[in-house]
């Protein structure tokens, strides 16, 4: 029984599969549309309409990552869609393998958890909430499935003009100030984008990316130089949204003032970023790329280390849970890009189970910051927007009513001990999570994820003749992020669950609390089935260097074959009479 079953879900994978690659981005793309027509007031039936297309898109991105899984081994394992039934390379190509497969599904969970954390109030603080967050989804599923640098180019804006309105979505002045920044910044991305694309067409003349791949060996010895600088100028587009150092200064202050839905699909735009930076890399100059294998490894790798300090040291620095978890965002994406610029395998495998798990962990915890910051600030009426205020003491002791003489009550008799409310325990008990993800510490999945790729780095620098002076100090800037945050967070817990007193306990709602959870629960399954994640994650890194399959599969798809035209209107016409 378990084998026909097994043979029926083969056989429907391989049919539904070239399909349903068009599918994670027309589903959110028609779901936007019907949100538009349903009008602002009726808020009901849009968000049961959102909800239900992002539950869609996430079924679907499991059932595309549960096919490239079962077919790993095999030619199709690859999706390849021709949506104009042209011929590769001059026709869009939508390509789906276990990378871009993983980044859907993760994508998916978070905008799930978005979209239930918006229905308890965000959804109603401005317009087209649902409608902004589905293009969003469509803009990067479509960045993840394209097989091109135009059509990649198309869905980057479709995701950056999304994220204008989302950051500025329930306004105020310090959304209206860091979304000018954030717009300001992504233009420029935008125009280096093309820049470098078209520096690339002009010497290679194609966008396809295994097209390309496979053309860059023959590049002239003379026209190599134009080739790199054109990789360079689309590189730094891509640094500065995976929030490489220096190229991050405008991540903090953004994602501290969008909304806390908003901000948790904001930590999927940096890996976006990553993830072009991953794709590329290893396909286009991988070692058989002739003089041009292995080009800008090491500036990702010592960029990637400079990016992990920094957000390290903004963690140390941070007061607001909020900017805590920005700068966490920016430690996630620095440890990702050094790992990548190793360019090894076994290593690669870690960081690709250390991704998702640190995407959820810091979605969880910008959704933990909001209600953290309603607890000092509670507000029954509509979302506060955030303020400009600074604080100046790690534990604003200018606000705590400490005791002097032990901990005594109203009436000056020593206590012995305090019930603690139901919300504030649940809250609690959330950041202490978020903590241990965050920081890396056992037992859950992000320890698992920074254990595999320290022992991969020892394991394969120590058979490779010596451990290199630049993976002892990856090793240790990991290990010291881990302790700074664990700091940093634990001062932020005393600030906000310890010293507080006469402070009345957080009101929570169900939509609000339960994606937190949700989140975290995850990270534990993660955690539980570690093996087979990690399986799943040395699957992904072998393909991803050994790049010939994917080029063989996207340069092998032939479009269907249909009537042309002309034969229509031969097939329509009655012969001639024969004289």
Same mark, same amino acid.
């Given at each position: ?73 095999? @030619? ?12 590769? @390379?001059? +026709? ?91 717009? =300001? ?31 860059? #060996? ?92 920094? +957000? ?13 978890? =920005?700068?966490?965002?920016?430690? =996630? ?22 991704? @998702? ?28 927007? #955030? ?175 249909? @009537? ?16």
């Amino acid at each position: 029984m378990m084998t026909l079953l097994s043979d029926w879900a083969l056989l429907a994978n391989a049919a539904l599969m070239p399909h349903l690659t068009m599918a994670p981005i027309l589903l959110p793309l028609i779901a936007a549309c019907l949100l538009l027509l349903l009008g602002d007031r009726r808020h009901h039936r849009k968000a049961t309409l959102a909800l239900a297309a992002t539950l869609a898109n996430l079924a679907i991105a499991l059932f595309l990552m549960l096919g490239v899984h079962m077919e790993a081994a095999q @030619p199709h394992a690859f999706g390849v869609y021709l949506p104009s039934n042209w011929d590769v @390379p001059f +026709g869009i190509v939508l390509v789906l393998d276990h990378l871009s497969a993983l980044m859907l599904v993760v994508a998916a969970v978070v905008a799930l958890m978005a979209v239930l954390f918006s229905l308890a109030r965000w959804h109603k603080a401005g317009a087209h909430f649902h409608v902004l967050l589905q293009l969003q989804i469509m803009g990067l599923n479509g960045a993840f499935l394209t097989g091109d640098l135009f059509n990649l180019f198309v869905f980057f804006e479709v995701m950056l003009a999304a994220s204008y309105g989302l950051l500025l979505h329930g306004s105020g002045p310090a959304r209206v100030k860091a979304g000018l920044h954030y717009l =300001s910044i992504n233009l420029v991305a935008s125009s280096l984008f093309l820049v470098g694309a078209a520096l690339i067409y002009g010497v290679t003349g194609t966008l396809n990316m295994a097209d390309l791949a496979a053309r860059i #060996p023959l590049v002239a010895a003379s026209d190599r130089a134009l080739l790199h600088v054109g990789c360079s100028i689309l590189a730094l587009a891509f640094l500065a949204k995976a929030a490489c150092w220096p190229l991050n200064f405008w991540l903090a202050p953004a994602y501290t003032a969008a909304s806390a839905p908003s901000a948790a699909v904001f930590a999927l735009l940096t890996k976006v970023g990553v993830y072009v930076l991953m794709r590329l890399s290893t396909l286009l100059f991988s070692a058989s790329a002739g003089a041009s294998a292995g080009f800008g490894q090491g500036w990702l790798l010592w960029g990637g280390m400079a990016t992990l300090s920094f +957000g390290a040291i903004g963690m140390l620095s941070a007061q607001r849970p909020a900017r805590l978890a =920005s700068f966490a965002v920016i430690v =996630s994406s620095g440890t990702l890009m050094a790992v990548l610029g190793f360019a090894r395998p076994e290593l690669s495998a870690g960081a690709l189970y250390y991704l @998702p798990v640190s995407t959820f962990a810091v979605a969880a915890f910008f959704l933990l910051a909001e209600l953290m910051d309603r607890s000092r600030n509670p507000s029954p009426q509509a979302p506060r927007a #955030p303020e400009d205020e600074e604080d100046h003491l790690p534990f604003a002791l200018a606000e705590q009513e400490l005791a002097r003489e032990g901990n005594l009550d109203e009436d000056e008799e020593r206590l012995v001990g305090r019930a603690i409310p139901a919300a504030t325990a649940l809250l609690g008990l959330a950041f202490i999570c978020c903590t241990l993800l965050v920081a890396g510490l056992p037992p859950l999945a992000s320890f698992v994820a920074k254990f595999a790729m320290l022992s991969a780095l020892l394991q394969t620098s120590a058979a490779a003749g010596g451990i290199a002076s630049s993976a002892w100090l990856f090793l240790s800037l990991l290990i010291a992020a881990g302790l700074l945050a664990l700091i940093a967070l634990s001062r932020t817990g005393i600030r906000f669950f310890w010293t507080p007193v006469d402070r009345c306990p957080p009101s929570l709602q169900l939509f609000e609390y339960a994606p937190i959870v949700m989140l975290i629960a995850l990270c534990g399954a993660m955690t539980w089935h570690a093996e087979g994640f990690l399986r799943y994650a040395n699957t992904t890194a072998e393909l991803l260097y050994s790049p010939q399959r994917y080029i063989d599969a996207v340069l092998s798809a032939r479009p269907l074959l249909t @009537p042309t035209n002309a034969e229509r209107l031969r097939a329509s016409t009655p012969p001639e009479p024969q004289p």
